[in-house]
Structures are given as C-alpha cells and as structure tokens.
C-alpha cells in the first residue's frame, strides 16, 4: 500500500510543484513589450500588455509569408487571449448569436447560457460591439463581438478566476483599444 501512496506523492509532486516552477523559470517565446500593436485585420489592430506570449499573430508592421492574418492568440498566467476575425456583414449582437449556435453545435457547450447579460461596450477607436462575461466552476472569462468594416471580430478572454482578476484591467484596456488602424471606426 505505502509504494502506491509513495507514487501518487510524486506524480502530485511533479504536476503542482516542480511543473509549474519550471514554466515560470521558462521565458517566453515571443513576449510583447509595452506600447507593441498585434494586427487583426488589414484595417483593426489592439494594444496588448507587456510580457504576454505571442502564440499567433502579428504586430503592426509585421508580415508572414502570405497576405492573411493568423487569429491573435496571447498567453500569460493561465489565461488566454484570442481575437479572430472573419467577413461578416451583420450586427456584433447577431455575431455573438452565431458564434453560441456553431459552438453548441460543435462543442455542445453554449458561452450564452452561461453568461450574464449582453452589455454594450465602445472601444477608445470607436468601435461598438456587445459582451457576455461567464464564470464557470473550471474557467471564467469575457466573449466581446465587433463588427468594422465586413468585419466580424471577436474577443475571447479565458482562463482562472483569479488570475483573470488580477489582470482585470489589463484585460479590459486590451479590449478597449480594438480600433482601426487609421483611427476610425468606418
């Protein structure tokens, strides 16, 4: 019996302990800094925070191999920041309707009847959209949609309750600085 216990001991060990203090020792692969610009769209870019992960995306400037865009996807603490964007020609509510349907449809899960209610949200650029916020018993976090230019762009804020509240307002000044490159929000 006590080997068994023994080994259950350093599996936990090596997942709560050892695991995470090596992640943290680890730098990051692509850290952004203060003031850096990630690009969603040809036209629609955010400010991000410092020393966030870059696991998809470019900043203002850059360029890959092709003319498209990968989705936005940084990382920090546990929580995960995306924000893809495709055409889409109707409002930011109707967006975040047809989001829920194809992630109900995929996954069987619904963000909406998790969430609270849709609140409206303006951007410093100007751009109008809606946000759900939900907290679940494994995850919480914020869907924010936008709609600029044919655009459909949507914000998704996940990760661990408390670490989402420590970079709360990180978090919402990142999504309050989605706008048009330009400036406006045509």
Do not use: H
Request: charged share 20%.
């Amino acid at each position: 019996m006590f080997p068994y216990a023994a080994a259950i001991l350093a599996v936990w060990l090596v997942w709560a302990i050892i695991v995470p203090a090596i992640d943290s020792a680890v730098s990051s692969d692509n850290p952004t800094a203060a003031g850096d610009r990630m690009q969603v769209t040809s036209t629609v870019s955010l400010a991000v925070g410092p020393d966030w992960n870059i696991d998809s995306g470019f900043r203002v400037g850059e360029r890959g191999a092709s003319d498209s865009l990968p989705a936005v996807v940084l990382t920090q603490s546990g929580i995960t920041f995306a924000v893809e964007a495709d055409k889409f020609s109707g409002t930011a509510d109707e967006l975040l309707s047809q989001i829920d349907a194809v992630d109900s449809a995929t996954y069987g899960q619904s963000v909406l009847a998790l969430s609270g209610s849709r609140e409206p949200v303006t951007t410093e650029g100007g751009l109008s959209g809606v946000q759900i916020r939900f907290d679940t018993p494994r995850a919480a976090g914020s869907v924010t949609t936008f709609v600029a230019r044919g655009d459909g762009i949507r914000v998704q804020v996940v990760g661990p309750p408390d670490q989402l509240a420590n970079r709360g307002q990180e978090i919402d000044a990142m999504i309050d600085s989605v706008g048009t490159t330009e400036g406006d929000a045509r």
